[in-house]
Nanobody, 122 residues
Framework: QVQLVDSGGGLVQAGGSLRLSCAAS????????MGWYRQAPGKERELVAT???????YYADPAKGRFTISRDNAKSTVYLQMNSLKPKDTAVYYC????????????????WGQGTQVTVSS
């Protein structure tokens, strides 16, 4: 029903910045909150930040003060601005969209992007 394409990853030096984008297409009415997760090699996937439809945001501790999540509802796109990057931020970053459960009969599952690699060198 919904397709998410995340992009913007790359190789940066410590202290640098990167901006990730996630464009949603398809039945975008199914999208409620959106967010970013990341997974480093050998580790479990972890939440980075979320943003609700009304703009309310949440940040996990490692992202606080350095990352900013935003969204453009008209374009069905969510962004993650990452500043002051550290080598520990190296991971595959995945875009996520929660389904609107008030339309449960139409929106059956949550959605994931394919992932974009972020590598921060020391």
């Amino acid at each position: 029903q919904v397709q998410l394409v995340d992009s913007g990853g790359g190789l940066v030096q410590a202290g640098g910045s990167l901006r990730l984008s996630c464009a949603a297409s398809g039945d975008t009415i199914c999208i409620s909150a959106m967010g970013w997760y990341r997974q480093a090699p050998g580790k479990e996937r972890e939440l980075v930040a979320t943003i609700a439809s009304d703009g309310t945001t949440y940040y996990a501790d490692p992202a606080k003060g350095r990352f900013t999540i935003s969204r453009d509802n008209a374009k069905s796109t969510v962004y993650l601005q990452m500043n002051s990057l550290k080598p520990k931020d190296t991971a595959v970053y995945y875009c996520h969209a929660d389904r609107d459960q008030s339309i449960w009969y139409r929106c059956e599952i949550d959605y994931w992007g394919q992932g974009t690699q972020v590598t921060v060198s020391s």
